[in-house]
């Protein structure tokens, strides 16, 4: 099973991801958790440069973070899958789609599009998308911002309404769950659906 996690920053789906692994690790169940960008040494490399960089053009960014995804994909979550593993994965494609495609202008079909060529369109079995109010987000932020995360309002509402369109266009795949409760309430909600999964 290989499960995505989704959200605007600070919206707690970093905390859900590691709630679910433990929870299937719990169940006797093998899990590779794992988060984008990153997961290959490769990868790792690229989020230092695509975080932590300068700036960019878009088209880079989105290269870059497409570079990283076909690594992780190749190298992590395929032969994961194929072992018969679990894979819980901290942001994937969707990301992509919501920041890049969406909030950058980029388009959303020609992001996802790249994303396909690269991973040779491995997509998760669900993904669950953790929705917060993008003030409420802003609100809870902490530390040194990110390249990313220094956009500001403006960009996290339109990476907000992103996500919130990809997952009408996809209820089968993408699971909205509200992300304004305790961690705990939306860790027994994401397990009920992953019970019917199992
Ligand atoms: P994340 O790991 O959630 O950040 P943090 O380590 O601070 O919790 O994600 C890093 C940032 O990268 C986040 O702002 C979203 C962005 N991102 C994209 O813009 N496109 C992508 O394809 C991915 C995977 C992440």
Redesign the pocket.
């Known amino acids: 099973m290989f499960v995505t996690f989704e959200g605007v ?1 600070w919206s707690g ?2 905390t859900q991801a590691v709630l679910l692994a433990e929870w299937l690790r719990g169940a006797g169940r093998t899990v590779v958790a794992t ?4 997961g290959t040494t490769v990868a790792e490399g690229v ?1 230092d440069l ?2 932590h960089g300068a700036h960019m053009a878009p088209w880079a ?2 290269a870059l ?2 570079a ?2 076909a690594d992780h994909a190749a190298q992590v979550i395929r032969p994961a899958l194929g072992r018969g593993d679990d894979v819980v994965c ?4 969707d ?2 789609v ?3 495609g969406i909030a950058r202008g980029l388009g959303e079909q020609r992001v996802r599009d790249l ?1 396909l060529i690269v991973t040779e369109g491995l997509l998760p079995d669900r993904t669950f998308l953790v929705l917060l109010d993008p003030e409420e987000a802003l609100r809870r932020a902490t530390g040194d911002h ?1 390249r ?2 220094r956009e500001g309002a403006e960009f996290m509402g339109k990476v907000d309404a992103g996500y919130r369109a990809l997952a009408a266009a996809e209820p089968n795949r993408i699971v909205a769950v509200d992300g304004a409760r305790a961690a705990e309430t939306i860790a027994e909600e994401i397990r009920e659906h992953v019970r019917a999964l199992l």
């Open positions: 920053d789906k970093s988060r984008e960008p990153g989020r695509v975080l960014e989105a973070y497409a990283a995804r901290d942001r994937y494609l990301s992509s919501a920041y890049q994303s990110d990313i995360e």
